[in-house]
């Protein structure tokens, strides 16, 4: 193969309050500490994520009982007007919780504007949406539930159908002591999310020292990954994201912006076309990509990017022309790739309430 790589340091890991350490090469993948929260109620953590969840420290963390519950109504098309769509609709678990759609579609056929995110692992994250409107999980679940585009429902509506449910009241009390609400609502769903989390890779498997985890074609996008390419300035940590948010050109058509992104939340000029950096992990299966599920295949947002992004008044600084080869585009999807492991959902791995 005709490849061009940065020289990198020899990889090696640490174990530093519980929680895996690459260091690789000067610009490296480095996870960071623990962040402030809670230590998960999940004995099985897959390999490469954290062992402490940002969960709010007012609320104790979720057992059984309330993650079944969370699933439940997850998979329950009861929350969508016309009881014919699940958050599950549009989170299939066997796409990493995508839907393998251009963008998203709701209730009587109404087309949203949006592709799909992969809810994997966010009860890591730090604000949610591609524009990162909502700060916490408990907010960001009833979005979806009242979107005209989506469920077009109203909470206090979704809260009678759960009181006039016998097993829904039953269950509530169970979980929360008191009748179905918008509170106990929020929290069930979100405890539910925070159950999705993937990890154990190949990718991870190297990190903890097994050299054969990736092919070689693998290895060499790892270190274009890490070096000439660049990616994991934006894609970085335990998540393949830094959480922040990156004008890359893809909202600009013909010269004129389509959609404002993170500017109609922040008010920052800097916010215009600014979406948020999604995760790499399990990004085979999240296709079409891009806040507007404008490239179907991986191989296509790596040309994209190979060529500097769609110029722009505000484009990131980060990105300029590439000029990889055909056979380093390649292996940079092939490392891509080696992002895929193990997905744990529900109460798997939770210890008995």
Known sequence: MAIRSAAVNPRHAVRLQGVRFLVAGAIGLVVPAAVSGQLTTFQDIPAGL?????????????????IALGRQLFFDPMLSRDSSLACASCHIPRLA???????????????GHRNVPTLINRGWGQSFFWDGRSSTLEHQVLQPIQATTEMDMSVEVVVRRLRDDPGYAKWFVAVFDRAPDRGG?????????????????????????DLEALT?????????FQGLAGCS????????????????GVAWRDGELIDQGRFVVSGSEEDRG???TPTLREVERTGPYMHDGSLATLAEVIEFYNRGGNANPRLD???????LTRDEM??????????????REGTAGVPPS
């Open 274 to 276: 600014a979406f948020k």
């Open 216 to 224: 070689e074609r693998q290895h060499v996008g790892l270190r274009l």
């Open 50 to 66: 954290d062992y402490y969840m940002p969960a709010p420290e007012s609320h104790p963390p979720a057992g059984t009982v309330m």
């Open 185 to 209: 609502l929020a929290r069930a769903l979100a405890a539910y999310v925070r159950s999705i989390r993937a990890g154990d890779s190949p990718f991870d498997r190297l990190v903890d020292g």
């Open 97 to 111: 919780f995508t839907n393998a759609q251009v963008v998203s579609q709701g209730v009587f056929g109404r087309q």
């Open 317 to 323: 600084h980060a990105l300029r022309p590439l000029d």
């Open 330 to 343: 390649a292996a940079l999807v092939a490392f891509l790739r080696s992002l895929s492991g193990r997905v």
């Open 233 to 248: 300035r934006c894609h970085n940590g335990p998540l393949f994201t830094d959480e922040r948010f990156h004008n890359t």
